[in-house]
């Protein structure tokens, strides 16, 4: 299990938004960003797993959002907003794809000292780098 710890994707992000394209591209870039730098961390910090244990084909993902005030959100538009931190698992090297990704349901808990968004991964299948090599050298 590897656990990141990375901030809340913003308003603009939702799928309901109707910013300005550059707005939501520049957001959109920084929390893979974000996401991708907790990924490097969580792997210094996890004892049982090691850089040679990764990338991974499948896996199982659990978010769980802490929001700063306590009020209704649309569980489908918290999994919407999670495309983005789930493309900086791949820009991080954790993930070779993000095409088989199990979710399990979005827990949605109140945080007020420090909003943030956790992803806990449990690796199902781990890629076969000697397979993809030889793909690659075709």
């Known amino acids: 299990m590897l656990r990141i710890v990375t901030k809340l994707p913003t308003a603009a992000l939702s799928p309901n938004s109707r910013v300005h394209w550059a707005v939501k591209h520049k957001a959109s870039k920084a929390?893979?960003?974000?996401?991708?730098?907790?990924v490097k961390i969580a792997l210094l910090l996890a004892?049982?797993?090691d850089y040679a244990?990764?990338?991974?084909?499948?896996i199982e993902l659990q978010a769980v959002y802490y929001h700063h005030v306590n009020r209704?959100?649309?569980?489908?538009n918290l999994i919407a907003l999670l495309k983005y931190p789930i493309d900086g698992l791949?820009?991080?090297g954790l993930l070779v794809d993000d095409d088989r990704i199990t979710l399990?349901?979005?827990i949605k808990k109140i945080d007020k000292e420090n909003p943030r968004l956790e992803l806990i991964i449990n690796p199902i299948k781990q890629a076969d780098i000697s397979l993809e090599q030889s793909n690659e050298s075709q």
């Open 53 to 58: 244990d990764v990338p991974w084909h499948e």
């Open 90 to 92: 791949v820009m991080a």
């Open 104 to 106: 399990k349901p979005v």
């Open 72 to 76: 209704r959100r649309d569980p489908d």
């Open 31 to 38: 929390i893979k960003k974000a996401t991708a730098n907790g």
């Open 47 to 49: 004892d049982e797993l």
